[in-house]
């Protein structure tokens, strides 16, 4: 698996920029693009901060056959209410 590609995906997937994920993670921008462009390796625990900015838990971000807007979609489903759940749902009878 590419990390650095896959934390692109990811960070573009959330609308963050570089240096924000940077910023919340307490590393550096050139550390962020330097993962991203396979220049820099990364340690688990900086991956782990960085999946936190990021909202996606370290076995989603390795599951790399998951499209980085369906895991979004899951994310925010998740948060909602059961209420919340059933009107989506039925929104998205209306669509389908």
């Not at 991956?47 to 979609?73: H, R, T």
């Not at 994310?75 to 389908?96: C, D, G, P």
């Amino acid at each position: 698996m590419d990390i650095g590609l896959r934390l692109h995906q990811l960070r573009l997937a959330k609308g963050l920029t570089v240096k924000e994920v940077a910023c919340e993670a307490e590393v550096s921008p050139a550390f962020i693009s330097a993962v991203e462009h396979q220049q820099s390796s990364i340690s688990f625990m900086k991956l782990e901060k960085i999946c936190d900015v990021l909202e996606v838990s370290m076995s989603d971000f390795f599951l790399d056959n998951i499209e980085p807007i369906e895991q979004e979609i899951s994310h925010r489903v998740h948060q909602l209410s059961e209420h919340q759940k059933h009107a989506l749902y039925q929104f998205l009878l209306t669509i389908t």
